[in-house]
């Protein structure tokens, strides 16, 4: 059984009761469509127990911010005819300047989903080029109370790592797909911007003769 995951494509000879035949597969790989669907599954493993679940929340931004920089390269490949000489100079956001200005889609970075955009980019960028950093918490005055000692065990966190919440998490997926369904509409690409590739296959049986010559 081929994994559903894996593309195939190509001319390959496979056995067949009766002899043998020349199989031919092809299948259309929509990349930001398998990231989406990726953030979507490690998300709602999460949601069923969130104690200890901070990694997937972590990977489910993660895939989300794939998502959307697949989904670009998909689009931009679909606007600009010289879209391979600008995918590696220009930025995410640039990207989507670039592609929102051509198909006339207003944005506004400071409200939802366009914010969210740029603090799930934010992220993205902080775990990508990941550093060692020193937190300090110095001289903080605190009652010595039931509170106390469980104030003392918690972690000091980054920045990306106060971002790795649930509800973050939730937020930046919608967001990102209200971001594809507009720009996907706007490109003249229908209202469902969200379906896996089809895989297409043929078979066609090789006569005897060419089987002998084969073997010979």
């Given at each position: 059984?081929?994994?559903?995951?894996?593309?195939?494509?190509?001319i390959?000879?496979?056995?067949?009761?009766?002899?043998?035949?020349r199989?031919?597969?092809?299948?259309?790989?929509?990349?930001?469509v398998?990231?989406r669907?990726?953030?979507?599954?490690?998300l709602?493993?999460?949601?069923?127990?969130?104690?200890?679940?901070?990694y997937?929340?972590?990977?489910?931004?993660?895939?989300?911010?794939?998502?959307?920089?697949?989904?670009l390269?998909?689009?931009?490949?679909?606007?600009?005819k010289?879209?391979?000489?600008?995918?590696?100079?220009?930025?995410?956001?640039?990207?989507?300047?670039?592609?929102?200005?051509?198909?006339?889609?207003?944005?506004d970075?400071?409200?939802?989903?366009?914010?969210t955009?740029?603090?799930?980019?934010?992220?993205?960028?902080?775990?990508?080029h990941?550093?060692?950093?020193?937190?300090?918490?110095?001289?903080q005055?605190?009652?010595?109370?039931?509170?106390?000692?469980?104030?003392?065990?918690?972690f000091?966190?980054?920045?990306?790592?106060?971002?790795?919440?649930a509800?973050?998490?939730?937020?930046?997926?919608e967001?990102?797909?209200?971001?594809?369904k507009?720009?996907?509409?706007?490109a003249?690409?229908?209202?469902?911007?969200?379906?896996?590739?089809?895989?297409?296959?043929?078979?066609?049986?090789?006569?005897?003769?060419?089987?002998?010559?084969?073997?010979?």
């Amino acid at each position: 059984m081929i994994d559903e995951n894996m593309a195939v494509c190509g001319i390959i000879t496979v056995e067949m009761a009766k002899g043998k035949a020349r199989v031919s597969k092809e299948r259309q790989v929509n990349a930001y469509v398998e990231m989406r669907h990726a953030s979507h599954v490690i998300l709602e493993k999460a949601e069923e127990d969130l104690e200890g679940s901070f990694y997937q929340i972590m990977a489910s931004l993660i895939f989300t911010a794939f998502t959307m920089e697949a989904y670009l390269n998909h689009i931009g490949q679909h606007t600009f005819k010289c879209w391979d000489d600008l995918e590696g100079r220009l930025s995410p956001k640039s990207k989507l300047n670039l592609i929102t200005e051509k198909l006339q889609i207003l944005t506004d970075y400071g409200k939802r989903p366009w914010q969210t955009f740029s603090d799930l980019f934010r992220f993205r960028n902080s775990v990508a080029h990941g550093k060692s950093e020193l937190l300090k918490s110095d001289n903080q005055i605190r009652l010595v109370d039931d509170t106390l000692d469980k104030h003392m065990h918690e972690f000091l966190e980054t920045e990306w790592e106060k971002y790795c919440t649930a509800e973050n998490a939730k937020q930046a997926l919608e967001d990102v797909e209200t971001i594809i369904k507009a720009v996907h509409k706007a490109a003249g690409m229908g209202d469902l911007p969200f379906m896996f590739g089809m895989q297409s296959s043929s078979a066609t049986l090789l006569p005897e003769e060419h089987i002998h010559n084969k073997s010979v």
